[in-house]
């Protein structure tokens, strides 16, 4: 039988497959770039973000009679240090940095140490009334703090603690916030199956807590950490009525600087920068390490 007549007829020729159409893929650990519009959209958020820390520093290098003046200074002056150094003597900020550091170190320290616990509790341990005694605690953020205003400092004068820096401190070491947002973050990053594994190599809770639930909860601590600092040093209401001027945080302190007939608000200013500053130091210290510490977390499995 010769080749020809092996040939199959063309009507019966297989046709070739189809091609299927070649996708472009991004590779593996390719990065993204963002395009000009993205640039321009953040450019304009920081530039909104900064200006009002940017009208503070000019309003405090300048004098009361220029800020009254219409339109008003939009560059810096030449009072900047002697209005910081005026504001620095009439204030007593030297005294107010030590303790609004001191109140707001301790009720952070207490603050993401006693809402892990707590929110490890809640999220992991099973124990009788838990949802209820959760509902509690969350309905506890529902009530306006001014409410407790009158009870705590009648409950805080019984106890000879007025004018002390406890007052401040004790009733903030623990949070409701705190212990909520735990909870739902060590939901979802902590496996009840670590926590079993310890349990069988023979860890008691205290090792648990310590070799298993802190570093897993580290990120969110961290993002906790900082939120709380920020609002136990901007504090005002309670410290206002706890403490006076003889003992003050910084902003019971810069609220004497508004005190008088005609008010120097270039020098109110430069007190509020001098408030301010502590806050930004410790983010730019900081700031790398809880960023980092977010995108750890939010990159587990």
């Known amino acids: 039988m010769t080749t020809s007549e092996l040939t199959l007829p063309q009507d019966r020729v297989p046709a070739p497959a189809a091609r299927a159409p070649r996708r472009r893929v991004m590779g593996a650990g390719k990065q993204m770039h963002a395009g000009p519009l993205t640039y321009v959209v953040l450019v304009v958020f920081a530039l909104v973000s900064l200006a009002p820390l940017v009208w503070t520093a000019i309003a405090a290098s300048r004098t009361n009679t220029r800020l009254a003046q219409t339109p008003p200074p939009l560059w810096f002056g030449g009072n900047l240090f002697k209005n910081l150094q005026t504001a620095w003597d009439q204030a007593g900020m030297g005294t107010a940095m030590f303790n609004s550091t001191v109140v707001a170190g301790t009720i952070t320290i207490g603050t993401v140490l006693f809402s892990t616990l707590a929110g490890f509790a809640f999220a992991k341990l099973k124990f009788r009334f838990s949802s ?170």
């Open 132 to 301: 209820t005694l959760l509902l509690l605690t969350i309905g506890t953020m529902m009530i306006p703090p001014q409410l407790a205003v009158v009870p705590l400092y009648l409950w805080m004068a019984d106890l000879h603690w007025s004018n002390h820096l406890q007052t401040v401190i004790l009733p903030t070491l623990v949070s409701a916030f705190g212990t909520f947002f735990m909870r739902q973050y060590l939901v979802q990053a902590l496996p009840t199956e670590l926590i079993e594994a310890a349990r069988v190599d023979g860890a008691s809770s205290l090792r648990v807590v310590w070799h298993v639930v802190f570093p897993a909860a580290r990120p969110a601590m961290a993002v906790l950490g900082l939120l709380t600092f920020v609002m136990a040093w901007n504090d005002f209401l309670w410290p206002i009525i706890a403490l006076n001027q003889q003992n003050p945080t910084v902003q019971v302190a810069l609220n004497s600087l508004g005190t008088g007939y005609i008010p120097d608000q270039s020098v109110i200013m430069a007190g509020a920068l001098l408030g301010t500053l502590p806050l930004l130091i410790a983010f730019l210290l900081f700031g790398k390490q809880i960023v980092g510490g977010i995108m750890q977390g939010a990159v587990k499995g």
